[in-house]
């Protein structure tokens, strides 16, 4: 079983920061790593996806805004977000896929990711 564990979110006002940190329990260089998020009455939504080769896909409303990246020393992979609007309120979820048929493909898609954090919450305000 992979544990997968995010941290860094909180409280911003709009136009801010933040960093969002995913560490897992496999080799996070070999897994398709996903961030996730899900607003109040929303569903679960894929904001970003990086694989071990490095492509990565954005979903539109965060384009130009975050960027997700892996960090090899600290073996963990980040989302960058910037320019945050009220709408990015959330909670974030990281997820993970190691398996080695479907990790070199970026996806938003949840159901792509057997492994998943607890979520971190980021609240933008106004």
């Known amino acids: 079983q992979v544990e997968v564990v995010e941290s860094g979110g909180g409280s911003v006002q709009a136009g801010g920061s933040l960093t969002l940190t995913c560490t897992a329990s496999?080799?996070?260089?070999?897994?398709?790593m996903g961030w996730f998020r899900q607003g109040p009455g929303k569903e679960r939504e894929g904001v970003a996806s990086?694989?071990?080769?490095?492509?990565?896909e954005y979903a539109d409303s965060v384009k130009g805004r975050f960027t997700i990246s892996r960090d090899a020393v600290k073996a963990t992979v980040s989302l960058q977000m910037d320019s945050l609007k009220s709408e990015d309120s959330a909670m974030y979820y990281c997820?993970?896929?190691?398996?080695?048929?479907?990790?070199?493909?970026?996806?938003?898609?949840?159901?792509?990711?057997?492994?998943w954090g607890q979520g971190t919450r980021v609240t933008v305000s106004s």
């Open positions: 990086i694989t071990p080769g490095g492509r990565t």
């Open positions: 496999g080799n996070i260089y070999n897994g398709r």
């Open positions: 997820a993970a896929d190691f398996r080695t048929w479907t990790r070199d493909i970026t996806s938003l898609t949840t159901q792509d990711y057997p492994c």
